[in-house]
């Protein structure tokens, strides 16, 4: 059996759970995820802060994959409701990041 990098299946697990909530809110998760990227990208004070959740919780969580995105859970709700007041006010779009 061949095992992921562990950078690689966090990567993964954030993108289900961002899908998930996505979902949740009626959202397709390719726009979903590239709009919380986006977000941190251009607010870098709350990319700062989700770098240090996302240690903190690794740490405490080590070998739980669901106890890791839920314990993120509450942060990225709060972080794309503000993402979606974001999108809104400056017009964002997915297709803002083609070439």
Do not use: C
């Amino acid at each position: 059996m061949v095992q992921e990098p562990l950078e690689l299946h966090r990567h993964r697990v954030v993108d289900r759970e961002l899908a998930d909530l996505g979902e949740r809110r009626g959202r397709k998760a390719p726009m979903w995820l590239t709009l919380f990227r986006d977000f941190l990208r251009t607010h870098l004070d709350e990319a700062g802060r989700y770098s240090r959740l996302k240690h903190s919780r690794a740490r405490e969580h080590p070998e739980d994959r669901e106890a890791y995105a839920e314990a993120k859970s509450a942060f990225i709700d709060e972080v794309m409701t503000e993402a979606e007041r974001w999108a809104r006010e400056v017009n964002w779009s997915v297709l803002d990041d083609a070439p």
